[in-house]
Nanobody, 122 residues
Framework: VQLVESGGGSVQVGGSMRLTCAAS????????MGWFRQAPGKEREAVAG????????RYADSVKGRFTISQDNAKNTLYLQMNSLRPEDTAVYYC?????????????????WGPGTQVTVS
């Protein structure tokens, strides 16, 4: 099972960036996939999630209206489009997948994780 993020880097305040998560077929059979982030000295927090069987995507309040999560089932790929970026969005961003049903918010419920990609907004 493999998840690999790409697309991170440095961007100016107000700019945009798209993260990509390439998932192995096994990981893409999960119930839910999500994006998390972790800033230095802070806990890992949920950013956006999507249930692969359908339903509306979910967002943390801090990113609603600015970030969009999407998926390409033909490519086993998850995306996170980030617009109007702010300095407080600076973090390592992780792609994750879980097999269990229930809330998308809890990091401990996720079984599979990518290595992360750094996003720096300044």
């Amino acid at each position: 099972v493999q998840l690999v993020e790409s697309g991170g880097g440095s961007v100016q305040v107000g700019g945009s960036m798209r993260l990509t998560c390439a998932a192995s077929p096994m990981a893409y059979r999960s119930q839910c996939m999500g994006w998390f982030r972790q800033a230095p000295g802070k806990e890992r927090e949920a950013v956006a999630g999507v249930f692969l069987a359908g339903g509306s995507p979910r967002y943390a309040d801090s990113v609603k209206g600015r970030f969009t999560i999407s998926q390409d089932n033909a490519k086993n790929t998850l995306y996170l489009q980030m617009n109007s970026l702010r300095p407080e969005d600076t973090a390592v961003y992780y792609c994750a997948a879980k097999r269990t049903i229930g809330t998308w918010l809890r990091a401990s419920d996720y079984t599979y994780w990518g290595p992360g990609t750094q996003v720096t907004v300044s």
